[in-house]
Structures are given as C-alpha cells and as structure tokens.
C-alpha cells in the first residue's frame, strides 16, 4: 500500500492582523486575464462554487480546481479591499 498526504479538505484565509476573513472573497479567473474561470465545490467537478467564493465565518471554503487547468486567484476583503493575488497555479 501506498499512502499520500491528503489536502485540506478547506482552505482557509486570514487578514494582516491575523483574524479570519470572515465574509472574504476568493476569485477564480483563467492565469494571466481577468476571464472568470470556475472552481468546484467537490473532487469530481460537478458542482462549481460561485465566483467570488464568498467565505464562511471561519475564513474557510471548498476550493477544488480543473486538473489540466492554469489560475489566477485574487483574494480580497468582504469589502473588495485586495490582499493578494497569485497568478500561475496549476490545477
């Protein structure tokens, strides 16, 4: 048997000073434009979360990407204020 490390089944964001991001938002868009591209609530990719993912009271969300898929991902504030954004992540 071979075993694997499992992800996290959530991912989960904080503001600068360390508090959850309660109501934040994470956007999903296709790498290098400002083309929605979706993410899935599950593994199999039926289901996909609204864009932004608007996330829950502990800063969490279900975040799954298409495999074969290339992102940019923009974090921000409940008030759309930005923290960060990565361009580049391989799905």
């Known amino acids: 048997?071979?075993?694997?490390?499992?992800?996290p089944p959530k991912l989960q964001f904080f503001d600068a000073n360390g508090a959850t991001l309660a109501a934040g938002k994470l956007y999903s868009?296709?790498?290098g434009t400002t083309s929605p591209l979706a993410t899935y609530v599950d593994q199999a990719g039926i289901t996909a979360n609204a864009n932004p993912?608007?996330?829950?009271s502990r800063g969490e969300a279900s975040?799954?990407?298409?495999?074969?898929?290339q992102y940019k991902l923009k974090l921000t504030s409940a008030t759309d204020v930005e923290?960060?954004?990565?361009d580049?992540?391989?799905?």
């Open 1 to 7: 048997m071979t075993a694997t490390l499992c992800p």
């Open 83 to 86: 923290i960060w954004t990565v």
């Open 53 to 56: 993912i608007i996330l829950d």
């Open 88 to 91: 580049n992540i391989a799905g």
């Open 63 to 69: 975040v799954w990407l298409a495999t074969g898929s």
């Open 29 to 31: 868009f296709a790498a």
